[in-house]
């Protein structure tokens, strides 16, 4: 009979061990967890800013086919459905993040919230006035955003306890960001195309200055995405065009521009590496979204993408550009059949794509699911 006793409770204990065991592997499939997402940008993962500052005024992002692919109609995304940063949410179990503009005075934001707006640029818009004489139509830059988000969390979390008490629970993604520097620059070739590289090394400080400015502030993960390969987007390749075969590599892309991303993340890199040194017990995780893209670049068939140098919606040029991507426009096909939406946002299905490479590796200096 003792033995029997024995026999059962041992067999018990085995149970609870092998319970507790096969629990602790599914959280260690899945990874880990934040309470909070907090994302600074631009176009490439706005959530609704854009569309909400905006207004009553028209704009092509209020209709369709803007949203059609996952929500059915438009959300403010630059795209015909999810945005990378909504991707993230998703793998952390977090609601869809809100934009911040339109409850910036009274929203809680539980899980967080989105600050990137549409068009917005790293740099003050008086940088490049005062520097280069050139006007940039940027609605924001991180200079607004982080003004923003200190406010919010002023009103969330007042004190620097609970303030950093918050922030150590949270995601922190910053950008990407610092594209639009460039692109209002690149957009009229009668422009010196060298200019930017004079004033990249000061897009990157900002970029880096920001991240300092979240960790003051008591972020421990932020996540900092490098810029995409320029050079292959179909707005790009229609703006750029040349007859000098030596422009193009072998994937026909415009070697110079990529040269140029290739560059802004170079030196984003190095900016990281500073800021890990300076912040011990800090996780600054660089995103290399170039890598990322150039999968579905270099072999789309393995994606089920036809022709990853072509625009979705927009003109009918051999980049399909040319024109604008809105309601009266011909979708070439699917959007899952493409990697650009519109010529410079992505299409839902190239997002989804990067945004494996970073949640999983090998495309983050640690796959972002394994952050916390």
């Known amino acids: 009979m003792g033995s029997r006793r024995f026999s059962s409770g041992v067999s018990t204990v085995i149970l609870a061990i092998s319970v507790v065991a096969l629990l602790n592997t599914d959280v260690a499939l899945c990874g880990c967890s934040y309470k909070r997402i907090f994302a600074f940008g631009d176009s490439l993962i706005d959530t609704g800013n854009l569309l909400y500052s905006v207004g009553n005024r028209a704009s092509p992002i209020k209709e369709?086919?803007?949203?059609?692919?996952?929500?059915?109609h438009p959300t403010g995304r630059i795209t015909d459905g999810r945005v990378v940063v909504d991707f993230y949410t998703e793998a952390f179990g977090l609601p869809l993040l809100p934009p911040s503009i339109p409850e910036e005075a009274t929203g809680q934001f539980p899980t967080g919230a989105n600050f990137a707006v549409g068009g917005a640029i790293a740099l003050p818009l008086e940088y490049y006035k005062t520097k280069y004489n050139f006007t940039m139509n940027a609605p924001s830059n991180l200079d607004r955003q982080l003004a923003s988000f200190k406010k919010i969390l002023a009103r969330i979390a007042p004190g620097n306890g609970a303030t950093r008490s918050l922030l150590n629970e949270s995601l922190v993604l910053m950008g990407e960001i610092g594209g639009n520097d460039y692109n209002f620059w690149f957009s009229d070739r009668r422009r010196p195309r060298e200019t930017p590289e004079k004033y990249?090394?000061?897009?990157?400080?900002?970029?880096g200055a920001a991240v300092q400015e979240v960790i003051n502030l008591g972020a421990r993960t932020i996540v900092v995405p490098g810029n995409f390969?320029?050079?292959?987007?179909?707005?790009?390749?229609?703006?750029?065009?040349?007859?000098?075969?030596?422009?193009?590599?072998?994937?026909?892309?415009?070697?110079?521009?990529?040269?140029?991303?290739?560059?802004?993340n170079q030196v984003l890199r190095q900016e990281i590496a500073r800021l890990w040194s300076q912040n011990p017990g800090v996780k600054v995780v660089y995103a290399d979204y170039y890598g990322a893209a150039m999968?579905?670049?270099?072999?789309?068939?393995?994606?089920?993408?036809?022709?990853?140098?072509v625009a979705c919606c927009n003109g009918n040029g051999p980049y399909h550009?040319?024109?604008?991507?809105?309601?009266?426009?011909k979708l070439w096909g699917s959007p899952d059949r493409f990697a650009s939406w519109d010529g410079l946002h992505m299409t839902e299905k190239a997002y989804k794509i990067v945004s494996d490479g970073v949640l999983d590796g090998p495309f983050a200096d640690t796959p972002l699911r394994h952050t916390c």
């Open 64 to 72: 369709l086919p803007y949203g059609m692919t996952f929500f059915k």
């Open 200 to 207: 990249l090394p000061d897009v990157v400080a900002r970029i």
């Open 229 to 264: 390969p320029i050079g292959c987007l179909p707005a790009y390749l229609g703006a750029h065009q040349s007859n000098v075969k030596a422009d193009y590599d072998e994937l026909h892309c415009l070697k110079w521009y990529n040269e140029f991303s290739q560059k802004h």
């Open 295 to 309: 999968q579905f670049v270099q072999k789309p068939q393995a994606y089920g993408i036809a022709d990853p140098l």
């Open 321 to 329: 550009t040319g024109g604008a991507c809105n309601n009266q426009t």
